[in-house]
């Protein structure tokens, strides 16, 4: 059983960054692929990022292009988000995501989510 848990919300300005991350456990994950997603109060959950467990290529939104970076530690069974130069549309709760397969950017085809991080960006 997949377990995803993450860590890092919380509340910042305008501009600020924050790093948020997330802890994989329950198996190896080398054919997997991880996301992070996000929604905000009365929206549907949005693709943020996306990379594969064992590959380094990386995709973004474009709401979030040139401001976040995806990463991972595979040593430490570990997933990143570093969101730099944040704005108010950035809050929302931001999930960790996994699925195995292809690469994917809809929430339907991920099969294991972590429990969520608020974000908040005050002006």
């Known amino acids: 059983q997949v377990q995803l848990e993450e860590s890092g919300g919380g509340l910042v300005l305008a501009g600020d960054s924050l790093r948020l991350s997330c802890v994989a456990s329950?198996?190896?994950?080398?054919?997997?692929?991880l996301g992070w997603f996000r929604q905000a109060p009365g929206k549907e959950r949005e693709f943020v990022a996306t990379?594969?467990?064992?590959?380094?290529?990386?995709y973004y939104a474009d709401s979030v292009k040139g401001r976040f970076t995806i990463s991972k530690d595979n040593a430490k069974n570990m997933v990143y988000l570093q969101m730099n130069s944040l704005k108010p549309e950035d809050t929302a709760v931001y999930y960790c995501?996994?699925?195995?397969?292809?690469?994917?950017?809809?929430?339907?085809?991920?099969?294991?989510w972590g429990q969520g991080t608020q974000v908040t960006v005050s002006s």
């Open positions: 329950g198996r190896t994950f080398g054919n997997y692929v």
């Open positions: 995501a996994a699925k195995s397969g292809s690469s994917s950017y809809t929430v339907g085809d991920y099969n294991y």
């Open positions: 990379m594969r467990w064992s590959g380094i290529s990386t």
